[in-house]
């Protein structure tokens, strides 16, 4: 120290005492250097455990400020060799102490002191030309900036100055340099000095933050410039890998960073530099190259690339406007936004190799703008004439992938009427170096390999015009499609060019397929795209023709050949396919040939059928039958061509056959006809193939060809022809064949008989039978039908089924009986299912099943055949009845054909057919000539109910019961529920009544009748008399009792006498038949008894009658009340001895004793039952219903808490009771809650509470509180506040409070809806071995805030002094209104109360410590409130109007407050912190009026105030924190943040975000607003007259609409809103206006649609439109209701309400 000190005194002016005091310090440093140089290399010897002791003691000596010191002496005095030893030194030393933390801090005191005192020291040695000098010092600046994690980053970029003209040099190569013959050498000292740099560089760049480092690179440009300039010349591998490596990951990753910053410093000459490392050898750096350009521009996230809204269109579709920069390529002009990725790929050269190739694809699928300017600037290298170069190769290659690009997905998202451009859809499709020129010689070329790479150019551009043309289809851009097909042929090769490659290249080489593939693949397309100008002529001989000629096909000829068959559907030239020569057969002949073939396949043969169909298509040789002629001939075919012993001669005379036949047909088409009609107009081809007949040569057997002739003419037969045609043009024209033939194959009478023989081999049948399921079935025996398990595989096999069906019905040796039924349910069944299958066959056509019904109308059907034949129809009907494939005309057959035969139809065929009409037709099954039966006419009725709003003339009615009485009564269940709803027409109540009296079948319709609106005193008034005698004169004096309907005194006395009659007849044996009328009667009309009668009416009732305990006698004994009556407590007594046997079976309730309950709880509400009947009795059938599982049904629960009501402690079992609800498993509380079962949770948790009140010090254990807290969902439920209670009363008796138990808290964000299905649902408490675990849910306390419950019923008061009626009617109450408050809400809403308790108990929300006095010191962590969104709640509960939730709410906001004065917590403590300050200065200084003077919707405001303040990203955050900064107080007359967002100062004024703020001050009005004093707000801040005008906004989007709707929807549902809406600010004649034009608007989209009814923008612009008028019509609605309850708004309005209903809400 002494001698540092002595150094630093003798500092002296003069020169010579310098260079003593230098000589000095030199000598001295030396020793000093060396010191720590031995420590340094101790150091580094030592790797696995370092002792730090001497280097911390050489640092704490401050001997780091003399080597600094030192370091600086031997830069100024230029002593080189030191400068650069010391230099490494302290590099070396840098590294020492960055190793271990214990000496990090000294190395961060070394590098601030060489920042604050020794910056110059670097640049000295940067400065000097020499470059061993240079190298230390970048070594050391990259040291530092490795220091300890970087953390020295931002001195360095704060002291140190990089626009030093130093480091320019340093990066700038001299001429020399430049010229040598390996500039990258690392022996080259100006490269290592350049590489150190870029080392230092790079290590700056990654270690920066994205902020500093935006700017490090922005600002240094010329250091960017002079490294790119030379970057690909001069830069070593590992520094151009690293530099790559850094560009992709700290600058094009950076998601800091904006397209505009990643341009601005990777520009053009960047890139131009980058692109040449794809020339480098090295392996490693070509593919990180790679990566560097697919991240800048094909990787949608990190890329440079701007979005473009035109695309393929010359604007956008969106705003009309292009906004790319112009630019020309080859003398094309083209807008394009991102010209530097234009200019870039043209740096590439994809043709060179696969790595570039496959950058520019996928840069132009990212950025499908530049495909078409790019293609243009390829056609500009040059033609793409043919030639045999790696550039052709590669380019063709290029263009290629460049057409199989799928379409943008911008292009298939939009929708607009805009075209798109055609030449910029041209070069998607056909690009420009693709000339008409180059791919016709491309075609022509010598090569096969060219014409194979010109094919396959055709093909993707054919295959991508396909998909455009489709896209047109889809968004409705038609019109443009022939533009499009134009541009597109234009630039085609003629058609024969195409084909004479074809031609040619199979001529030169037979074994090649390829090309030929390609070309038929091209004249397909060609055919489909240009069907009009396609006219292909091959020669005789070509390679379809000889691949047809073939016995077997490979692939590849399979491939040829269905493409083949493809276009020569549109080839126009054949118009000869009928014709042969001498030695070809027709095209007709060598199509059939080849569909027949043994080696075709079944989808081959159906495409060859298929085009055999087309062929014939125009023509008149063939009938329309149940399928395709083809299908048969072919399938005739195929069993001759499986023959093994077939002879050629015989085939060949075959083929001729079918040539002369198909010739003749197609060139004298109308003598065949007339020949035809001859025959039952039988198809042309038939008979000309049978007048053919006779000129085939008989020179060799022609066994075979008459075998195919009957097989053809019996397929025939069955797919439709007329069978009898067929026969008699066969016997007339087939002469010299054997007449066996004509019954065995055409004869399909007894065919169970001529089956057997047609099996055998020489009928050649059954050689197919393997292979055709159709020939299968119609060969197999009878009695083998039931058994069979093959499946019908195409219409074709399914049609031979239904054949196979009609002759067994038509054999009469075939009975109908049991397996009978069998075949045909094992046939229908497979029909069924091969139907079922085919969504498109149609099993149901008139053709293929009408033979079964037309077998019922037949007069000489025997009853066997009939019989048979429903069997058949019933399954077929039962089959269309589950397809549920609704069939119109077969529909109307069967009405018609129902009409004329339902006499013969038995009962279950008419049930099946009235399931299959369709029920908007069914209603003619009631009227005559129908006469249908019990079970039919109860379908009828029932669909009739069910499936229509119809309503039922009275006439059909009448009609029915007029003539089908007996059948009427099954169906009396569903019309009664026609009378009931007024649904039927026309009713003549006085004929209907005197029916109904007339016919003692009728009397529940009768009883329905009384009930029903049709009935009314005037219908019997005036037959009185008449009725008095009649024996329904009691239901009838029923129904006017019931009605109460007695003014007249006519009326009066029929009912007396009725009522009297009643009473003498009561034990009469004749009474007894009906006694249950008479009770009713009785009961209704008692104080029409005496008092002796009605004595004496109790003691038939409780004695006498047989049902003692049936609801009519309980009625009867409530109504009487006599409950002081010996025998009515007798009868009390056992008739809860009946109630409780029948509850212990745990049976379901049935309808009577329901009904029993019911009347039994009227007695209970009017008597206090425990005074009357004996309490072992009543506890006894407690204990039988709380212990069972009819406590879950309600009206059981209803019985039970009535019950209770009744009893007290004395009385009521309380513990016992207690215990066995709690312990019941079956209850409703130990399932999961449903909205169905919620009534029953409610009564069950009511039962518990009454029961629990009726001794509260012993039912307050520890089981019971933690059973009642496993049920407990922290909700404002009825059954929840009742839960609450009762946790609240055994605390306070117990002193024990359960949150002690707490052993975890668990808070779930974001839980999805997938997830909560998986775990299943989360309970509030749940019991584990180690205490409770306590889960909260954000989304529930989100939802709390949104739709707090304000208004929340009290919980009932169940005073002893109330009866029994009060006590149910205020638990009723309490139900009703909580449930109407809570209707909207399906999410659960905690107590506010209970959740504010509950946060103090959370030791990660509230701990608290022991302060030195003993007092606690509570902790709030204000941060994890504020994330779980409990800070919000408690702030909106603040306009609770319960006074005690405020006051909980009010004391946390303190204990908030306090925390954060000792500890601000978070980066945003301090503006919380001056928030609450803020609500709780508020309400101290209102403290009278305390939260109730500020409305709720402040509260709401500040919540979600809160929620923007945790965003410092959200644009809304600055107005926020203003806001909370702005006054001390909260204004009760304001709405925060709303004039701050609508009407801002014009200096403050952000239109791009007016509509995002505006949506956030609409969602505070729609849910904010809850109460009066929400309204007046708004009154007095004109809010109602601002939305109303906001909705005229032409811009405002649906969803605002909406929520503007929604409030005024809210605001109607509050106490004087609607009234005030209506006569403050004529609501309803501003949405009538609003209705008005949003209709104009909707009329306008129609018309738009009926343009382009494929742009599906139009169609959700309708159906927004029609959501915007249905909320009109609801609110309008709503202000409807709200009239007709005021007598002063009707009179405001002068009474129009219906004129509003039927101007708006019967209008479109």
Known sequence: MDKRKNFSSQYSSSREERKEKYTQGQDLDNSTLETLEKIIN???????????????????????????????????????????????????????????????????????????????????????????????????????????????????????????????????????????????????DKMSVRNSFLDFWLTLIEKSSPLARKDLLSDNFKIMSAWFKYMDKLDSIDIAERTMIVFTESILMEKTFKRMTKTKILN?????????????????????????????????????????????????????????????????????????????????????????????????????????????????????????????????????????????????????????????????????????????????????????????????????????????????????????????????????????????????????????????????????????????????????????QKNTFSGMELTILDNFLQYQEFNETQTKWWNSTSNENSLFTSLLKLSSSPNSTDPVSSKISTLIDSLIYSTVIFNKLLISPIVALVNSLQIIQLQEQKKYDSLTKLWKLLDETIARCIKTPYKYVDISNEYDSISPFITALLEQWKFVPRNTSTDDIVKFIFIFLRNMSIIGESHDGIKRAATALLKDVDNNYFDLYLDFHNTEKKIEELNKDSYLLSSISDSSFFQYISLLPYTRLKNVSRFPINEYDVIGTIYRLNTIVDNDSIQFNKEFKSVIDNLSSKVAKFAFIEKDFDLMRLQLIQPFFNKISEDDSTENTISKSLCIINTLLHIYDQLGRANEPFEEFLLNWTQANHSKLPSDTLVAIAMCIDPSKIDIFIRPPFNFGPAELSIVFSRLYKETPKTIEYSDIEYLLTHSMDSIIPAIPSLSKFILEGRISSLDSKSFLSQLLNNISTSKLLEVFLQSPYFSIDVISENLETLKENKYAKKIAIGILEKNQQEQENIKEFVELCVKQCYENLRTPQENEDIEDSLALLTLGVQLLSSEQVADLITFVTIEYSHKYSPLAVKLITLVGDFENDQIIKWCNKAVLYITKFLSEDVELTSKFSNVLKEFKKSIQKVNIWEKVNHVLINSQLEVILKGKLLSDAQVAEYALLLILGGDSKSVQSEKMVQLLLNNEKSVLNSKSTAEDAYTRYLTVTILYVLFNLNVTKNSTVLIQRKVLSYYSGSVSCEDRLLLQILERIES????????????????????????????ATKLITQEKEGLILTLRKDYIDNTIRNYALKRPAVPILSKSKSISSKWDHLNMFYENTKRDLVNNSELIYDPLFILLLTIHNKELVSYSKKEDGTLKYKFEVQKFLSSKLFQLIIFSLADPIEEVNKIALSLLNGMMNSLENNVQFKDGHIFQILIKKIIFTLDNNEKKRSHSIPPIVWFSISRICDILLQPTSQLYEKAFRWVLNGPLIRSNDIPLMHDLIAPPTSEVNYENYYKQLSWVLENLEEGVRTQDDIDLLKIRDVFEWLYNLMNLPYLNPRMKSMISRIFFNIQRIENGASSLLTRYASVATLELQSIITQQKEREVEDSLLKNQMNSKHLRKKLLLEEQLLNHKEVLQGYVEVMKSQKRLREWTEDDGEGILKRMCASK
Not at 520 to 545: A, D, G, H, M, Q
Not at 1303 to 1308: M, N, Q
């Open 42 to 188: 101790e150091l580094k010897s030592n790797t696995e455990s370092r002792n730090y002791q001497a280097l911390i003691q050489f640092c704490q000596n401050r001997f780091l400020s003399q080597l600094l010191q030192s370091w600086s002496y031997f830069a100024q005095v230029n002593n080189h060799s030191k400068f650069i030893y010391t230099s490494k030194l302290i590099l070396n030393l840098l590294k020492l102490l960055g190793s271990d933390p214990c000496v990090i801090p000294f190395g961060t005191e070394l590098i601030h002191s060489i920042f604050t005192n020794y910056t110059k020291v670097m640049y000295r040695g940067l400065n000097n030309n020499r470059i061993k000098l240079n190298i230390p010092i970048l070594h050391l600046m990259k040291e530092i900036i490795l220091f300890n994690e970087s953390q020295h980053v931002d001195q360095i970029l704060s002291y140190f100055n990089l626009g030093s003209p130093s480091i320019l040099r340093i990066l700038t190569p001299s001429k020399s340099d430049l010229t040598e013959s390996n500039p990258t050498s690392t022996s080259n």
């Open 268 to 548: 053009e000459l960047a890139l131009s530099k980058i692109h040449k490392f794809y020339y480098s050898n090295d392996k490693a750096l070509v593919l990180k190259t790679n990566k560097f350009f697919l991240t800048y521009a094909a990787n949608h996230e990190t890329s440079v690339a701007f979005p473009d809204d035109c695309v393929w269109f010359t604007e956008s579709p969106t705003n009309g406007t292009n906004n790319g920069v112009p630019i020309t390529v080859h003398q094309k002009e083209f807008n394009i936004y991102n010209k530097l990725l234009f200019n870039m790929l043209r740096f590439f050269k994809p043709w060179e190799d696969d790595h570039q190739s496959s950058t520019v694809l996928k840069v132009l699928e990212n950025v499908p703008e530049l495909v078409a300017p790019y293609c243009t600037y390829l056609a500009s290298l040059g033609s793409h004439d043919p030639k045999m170069t790696s550039y052709w190769f590669g380019a063709t290659l290029m263009l290629c992938r460049i057409m199989k690009l799928e379409i943008p997905s911008f292009m298939t998202n939009i929708d607009t009427d805009l075209i798109p451009s055609l030449p910029l859809v041209i070069e998607n499709i056909l690009p420009s170096p693709l000339t008409k020129n180059s791919l016709t010689k491309g075609l022509q070329h010598e090569s096969s390999l060219v014409k194979q790479l010109t094919c396959q150019l055709l093909v993707f551009a054919f295959q991508k015009l396909q998909k455009v043309l489709t896209l047109y289809d889809k968004k409705g851009w038609g019109s443009a499609k022939a533009p499009l097909n134009v541009a597109f042929h234009s630039n085609l090769p003629d058609l024969n060019v195409i084909t004479s490659v074809l031609t040619q290249s199979y001529a030169s080489n037979k074994e090649n397929k390829i090309l030929p593939l390609s070309v038929t693949i091209i004249l397909k397309y060609y055919s489909e795209c240009f069907s009009n100008f396609f006219s292909v002529n091959l020669p005789s001989s070509n390679i379809y023709v000889d691949i047809m």
């Open 1293 to 1320: 008796k117990s002193s024990i409070s359960w949150t002690n138990d707490i052993y975890t808290w668990d808070f779930l964000e974001n839980v999805e809806e997938e997830a909560l299905d998986f775990i299943g």
